[in-house]
């Protein structure tokens, strides 16, 4: 009797699981963005923004969301198909689920914690630590991109175009390494993937990063702000590998996005305004959309016994 008890104990705290980790997320975003500066000093004006515009822009920039997440996801299910083969739908729901925990930890850290949830227990460990491939292939392409673009647009730290070439190749060197370690180090040797895969990964994260720099680019159409893409592109790149270097949680990495893309854009165009409302309007869609959505995913979480 005690036993069947305990199990129906059990079975109610495992169901429970995922309402409290929905209620957790969901309180911690709501509370992140209520306090943001941006909104809190711009707030009036982004809403006005927003209102203007249509339901077919949104749906194209809803599009292109969809598909920078599913690249995330084929990602992540091409690193797991040995360990833990996971469907596209699966491998989907747990980058989003991620991005529910990245929201509000630092350095965007709980995306770590967020996707090995689905991951069977004894697969866990190891899941954690092939993710760094996935983000360290993504560095490379927003750090190669960045050096480039450091030569067109710096207006500060004028070093950093001498400096960031030496990082990057130094960067795509250790990622290629072979890595066989020896000695109290080997375990991370089991940690290789193939050269292939790696490759793979690095096309993809050229895949995604150029979607990302089209979705900045509609919506400076349709906020019809007055920048050339190339100039466009070029301030991007730098941004985006100003941010991959700057430890920030993703509110901060709000207030961030908008003093940078600002100082970035400045000779091009002086509206701080209109440019807070494009790194606004961005970043809703690719980090605070897939937050809600990972955080309702949760609901149906259990423990994997």
């Given at each position: 009797m005690k036993e069947v008890f305990s199990k129906r104990i059990l079975s109610l705290a495992n169901k429970a699981?995922?309402?409290i980790l929905f209620i957790v997320c969901a309180v911690a975003i709501y509370s992140k963005v209520t306090t943001n500066d941006n909104i809190q000093k711009y707030g009036a004006d982004i809403k006005t923004q927003f209102l203007k515009i249509s339901f077919l822009q949104w749906a194209i920039l809803?599009?292109?969301f969809f598909f920078n997440y599913l690249v995330e996801a084929i990602k992540w299910k091409q690193?797991?198909?040995n360990l833990n083969p996971l469907s596209a739908l699966q491998s989907l729901k747990t980058v989003l689920v991620g991005q529910a925990f990245a929201f509000f930890t630092p350095v965007r850290s709980g995306d770590y914690v967020g996707r090995i949830l689905f991951l069977a227990p004894e697969n866990k460990l190891k899941g954690l630590a092939q993710m760094a491939w996935t983000s360290y292939a993504?560095?490379?392409?927003?750090?190669a991109m960045g050096t480039v673009a450091l030569f067109f647009n710096l207006p500060f730290l004028p070093w950093l175009k001498w400096v960031m070439p030496l990082v990057t190749i130094a960067a795509i060197g250790v990622y290629f390494s072979k890595g066989q370690y020896k000695g109290w180090l080997s375990k991370l040797t089991s940690l290789q993937i193939s050269n292939e895969l790696k490759i793979q990964l690095v096309l993809l994260s050229l895949l995604k990063y150029c979607i990302f720099i089209v979705q900045y680019t509609w919506v400076v159409k349709i906020l019809a702000i007055p920048i050339a893409p190339i100039d466009l592109w070029v301030a991007l790149a730098v941004l985006l590998m100003c941010l991959s270097i700057i430890p920030a949680i993703?509110?901060?990495d709000l207030v961030i996005r908008g003093?940078?893309?600002?100082?970035l854009l400045a000779p091009w165009y002086s509206n701080s305004l209109m440019l807070i409302c494009l790194s606004t309007i961005v970043w809703t869609v690719n980090f605070?959309?897939?937050?809600i959505i990972g955080s309702f995913l949760l609901l149906g979480f259990r423990i994997k016994q």
């Open positions: 699981i995922g309402l809803l599009i292109l690193l797991l198909k993504q560095l490379l392409i927003t750090l993703a509110l901060t003093q940078l893309i600002v100082l605070l959309l897939p937050a």
